[in-house]
């Protein structure tokens, strides 16, 4: 038997953004206005980076049959690696008004997302950052520390 424990490395920022991410995380918040959230109100927006400089925007898009929505991480990262599926991902920033207003704290991608994020890290054999937004603290993670123990198709692969 062993303990064992992971440490997870992450940039807090108070009341500002990561140098160079501050057009991406402006673009983020600006498209929730464009969220489908009739049934939550909480309205998220999301803002790729590409590598190759195109900025790819999504929000979430609610069903009336619950499941049948989608998260802004989702439709952005499925977008743009539709649109550029060769170019790989250098960002992601994400923003969120709960009824209209900015949240305080950074809104956190959901499992299903964070799934995505890993496999779009295995794919492009490159880790990204993740820009998690709120209007008094907003945090910088990698993709790859976000889901510890995530399900990989490579690890049954030689
Ligand atoms: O990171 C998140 C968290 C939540 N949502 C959406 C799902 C649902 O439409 C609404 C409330 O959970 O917010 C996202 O799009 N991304
Ligand atoms: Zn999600």
Redesign the pocket.
């Known amino acids: 038997m062993e303990k064992a424990e992971l440490k997870i490395d992450y940039i807090l920022y108070r009341e500002s953004y990561p140098e160079g991410y501050e057009e991406l995380c402006r673009a983020a918040l600006e498209i929730t206005e464009n ?1 489908y ?1 009739v ?6 927006g ?1 803002a790729v980076l590409m590598n190759n400089g195109e900025v790819i925007r999504g ?4 069903n009336a049959a619950y499941p049948s ?7 952005a990262l499925f977008y743009a690696c539709s649109a550029y599926p060769e170019a790989g991902v250098k960002a992601i920033a ?1 923003a ?1 008004r709960d009824k209209g207003v900015e949240v305080d704290e950074y ?4 499992g299903a ?1 964070r799934q995505v994020m890993s496999e779009i890290v295995g794919r492009y054999h490159a880790d990204f950052d993740v820009i ?1 937004i709120g209007r008094t603290s907003t945090l910088l993670v990698k993709a790859s520390q976000l889901l510890p123990f995530s399900f990989k198709l490579g690890d049954t692969r030689p």
Not at 39 to 44: K, L, N, T
Not at 107 to 110: E, K, L, M
């Open positions: 969220a959230c049934y939550s109100g909480f309205a998220v999301a929000t979430n898009q609610e929505g989608l998260c802004a991480e989702r439709t994400v969120a809104v956190t991608p959901c997302c998690l």
